[in-house]
């Protein structure tokens, strides 16, 4: 289970902090990534990181946004500065997995947070 935290309302030029905290399964955990989808649009890739803290960011964040996680805490954060009105959306955190079943096959998969609105105004 995954979730996220930071939204809200922020003004151009301001910054935001979300963080998303996983429970569970969380040794199965591999690579975290934050999404948006801002309303009428797809549901795009912002940010992600692997666990070995290797990061990739969309061309559209690159310099303003930040992506950590702490693998002790379970959590991954998205640090967004000089905010602008196009960041505005539905951030969503998502976590991929493999896991082992009882039955020694293994089970991947990508869970979802339920997500976070981040509004900013111009």
């Known amino acids: 289970q995954l979730v996220e935290s930071g939204g809200g309302l922020v003004q151009a030029g301001g910054s935001l902090r979300l963080s998303c905290v996983a429970s569970?399964?969380?040794?199965?955990?591999?690579?975290m990534e934050w999404y948006r989808q801002a309303p009428g649009k797809q549901r795009e890739l912002v940010a992600t990181?692997?666990?070995?803290?290797?990061?990739n960011y969309a061309d559209s964040v690159k310099g303003r946004f930040t992506i950590s996680r702490d693998n002790a805490k379970n959590t991954v954060s998205l640090q967004m500065n000089s905010l602008k009105s196009e960041d505005t959306g539905v951030y969503y955190c998502?976590?991929?997995?493999?896991?082992?079943?009882?039955?020694?096959?293994?089970?991947?998969?990508?869970?979802w947070g339920q997500g976070t609105q981040v509004t900013v105004s111009s």
């Open positions: 998502a976590a991929d997995y493999k896991r082992m079943l009882q039955d020694g096959t293994y089970e991947v998969g990508r869970a």
């Open positions: 569970g399964s969380t040794s199965s955990i591999n690579g």
């Open positions: 990181i692997s666990s070995s803290h290797s990061t």
